[in-house]
């Protein structure tokens, strides 16, 4: 057995003698419900859901205030796809507890699963101002704010994402997307489209940095490029796009595309193109 099976093994001797010594209070004390909970922890991780279930359960019904009882019911039901359950746990945590941050988060997802946007929104936008660093919030929310007239809101959720996490590669990608189509809404009501290309690009660039297989990222990189005439970096992102998804069809696209208009640009006639290099 390897060093890491060595280390596993000992984990797993240590995990299933703290079952031992929590089934064994709980035989004493049956209405020990910090047992209980910890047990149901024990058992989420491992994957045995209908136990760890079980015991939850029996945590809220010895103390219907247990903030965390309700919390990881919710989160236990959610996985279930027991939709019914999950919104009243989610419900009762953040009642008995307004400040939690994590249930707002939880259960703006669960939301937005369910499509209930606006409401989402506003979990997010609670979560944030509860804590303030809550990165994936921040990103969660601006990939909500889709509609134009949330362009600038959109944006500095998305950089506040990235002020936090640098290297939060997903928070790049979407920003640069956002800042590459640059539609929102001007301050007469007009719907405007100012891409900020250069801004898009520096988005885009760091999140091949922190992930080079990115393929969305090289094809939205080639886009951009294009736009600004700069043909034979676009070629090399679209191609480098393809050789990690070779079926990326819009990559496949934008590329004839770009050899389109690159053919144009080639004189037809030698002399055209002697002309051509002289001036």
Request: glycine share 4%; aromatic share 8%; charged share 30%.
């Given at each position: ?7 596993r093994?000992?984990r ?10 929590l089934?064994?209070?709980?035989e ?16 989420k ?13 029996k ?12 919390y990881h ?10 939709y ?14 307004p400040?939690?941050?994590?249930a707002?988060y ?5 939301l ?9 929104k ?23 704010l ?29 920003l640069?997307?956002l800042?590459?189509v640059?539609?929102?809404i ?5 719907l ?23 393929h ?13 005439k ?15 998804h070779?079926?990326y ?7 004839a ?6 053919g144009?640009l ?7 193109a ?6």
């Amino acid at each position: 057995m390897g060093l890491y099976g060595q280390v596993r093994a000992i984990r797993e001797a240590v995990i299933n003698d703290a079952r031992t010594h929590l089934e064994k209070s709980i035989e004493l004390n049956p209405d020990y419900s910090e047992a209980h909970f910890q047990l149901a922890l024990l058992l989420k991780d491992r994957g045995e859901i209908k136990k760890a279930q079980k015991h939850l359960q029996k945590v809220v019904e010895l103390e219907e205030n247990h903030v965390e009882g309700h919390y990881h019911l919710a989160l236990l039901c959610h996985e279930k796809k027991d939709y019914e359950k999950t919104r009243t746990y989610y419900l009762r945590t953040i009642e008995l507890d307004p400040h939690h941050a994590d249930a707002h988060y939880h259960f703006a997802l669960f939301l937005e699963e369910q499509e209930e946007y606006i409401e989402a929104k506003n979990l997010l936008q609670k979560t944030t101002d509860i804590e303030q660093n809550h990165t994936q919030a921040y990103y969660r929310l601006a990939r909500l704010l889709t509609d134009p007239d949330d362009y600038d809101l959109a944006k500095q959720n998305y950089q506040i994402a990235v002020d936090i996490d640098p290297d939060f590669a997903e928070a790049h990608y979407y920003l640069g997307k956002l800042l590459a189509v640059g539609r929102r809404i001007n301050e007469d009501g007009t719907l405007v489209i100012e891409p900020e290309y250069e801004s898009a690009r520096e988005h885009f660039k760091k999140a091949i940095e922190l992930n080079q297989d990115n393929h969305k990222a090289h094809f939205n990189m080639g886009k951009t490029l294009a736009k600004e005439k700069e043909y034979a970096s676009a070629e090399e992102h679209f191609l480098r796009a393809i050789e990690i998804h070779p079926d990326y069809a819009k990559a496949h696209y934008q590329l004839a595309l770009l050899l389109i208009e690159l053919g144009r640009l080639i004189p037809e006639h030698p002399e055209d193109a002697k002309k051509a290099s002289q001036s």
